[in-house]
């Protein structure tokens, strides 16, 4: 079946440092991938997707690239800010199964310090 | 604005207890979703509908029931058979393209008294 791997946290950077959170997949088809994130207390937001090989999503400062090669979807930041902090999620859907069935990895926190 | 609302906040549940949490969304999306999450965990799915009138079991529905009587609304009831129903409940919704993102609404936190 499908499934998503994602680095352990806590992450602890101190701001302005550069971020990376490896997530790599299994999956049996050709799937959409996704990074939301969670605020302490919230939901969860959409951060990007990419939905082929070699797409790169983009929002608020965050890039990911779709690796059909190595089955990843890291997700990047040149220069995280405190504001930052939350737990990451990334996931995939597979367009072989019914509907928009998401399959999420376990999370990442990162701690941002001032 | 178009959303998911989730209701309430905080609930708390009494030993041999039913309690419903709501789902309602605004979005006209046709897929509905039910999450649990534990702490320091990530997402497991208990149910998920995808057109009115029907609703699928997730990883880990036993001791939970759903309706899906409206697009709008799709509650879930945490059954007495639920032995550890502590835990944060996060309802999502989807249009029915295949490459669309879910979307979330606030969750609610459940205790036990």
């Known amino acids: 079946g499908d499934s998503v791997t994602q680095m352990e946290g806590p992450v602890t950077l101190s701001e302005e440092a550069f971020l990376t959170i490896n997530c790599t997949y299994t999956?049996?088809?050709?799937?959409?991938l996704f990074w939301y994130v969670q605020y302490p207390g919230e939901g969860l937001q959409l951060l990007l997707k990419a939905t082929k090989a070699d797409d790169k999503g983009s929002n608020k400062g965050f890039e990911a690239t779709y690796r059909k090669e190595t089955t990843s979807f890291h997700l990047e930041k040149g220069s995280v800010q405190v504001s930052d902090s939350a737990v990451y999620f990334c996931a995939l859907s597979d367009r072989d199964n019914a509907g928009n069935m998401l399959t999420f990895g376990g999370g990442t926190r990162l701690m941002v310090k001032p | 604005d178009g959303g998911i609302t989730q209701s309430p906040k905080y609930l708390f549940r009494k030993e041999g207890q039913n309690v419903t949490l709501s789902c309602e969304q605004n979005?006209?999306?046709?897929?509905m979703y039910w999450y649990r999450q534990d702490p320091g965990q990530g997402l497991r799915l208990i149910y998920y509908s995808q057109i009115v009138n029907d609703f699928q079991k997730g990883d880990i529905a036993e001791g939970y029931s759903v309706s899906r009587e409206k697009k709008e609304s799709f509650p879930l009831t945490v059954t007495s058979a639920q032995k550890n129903p502590t835990a944060f409940y996060l309802c999502a919704s989807s249009p029915p393209l295949t490459d669309s993102a879910q979307h979330f609404g606030d969750g609610t936190r459940l205790s036990i008294l």
């Open positions: 979005l006209n999306h046709d897929a």
């Open positions: 999956a049996t088809g050709y799937p959409s």
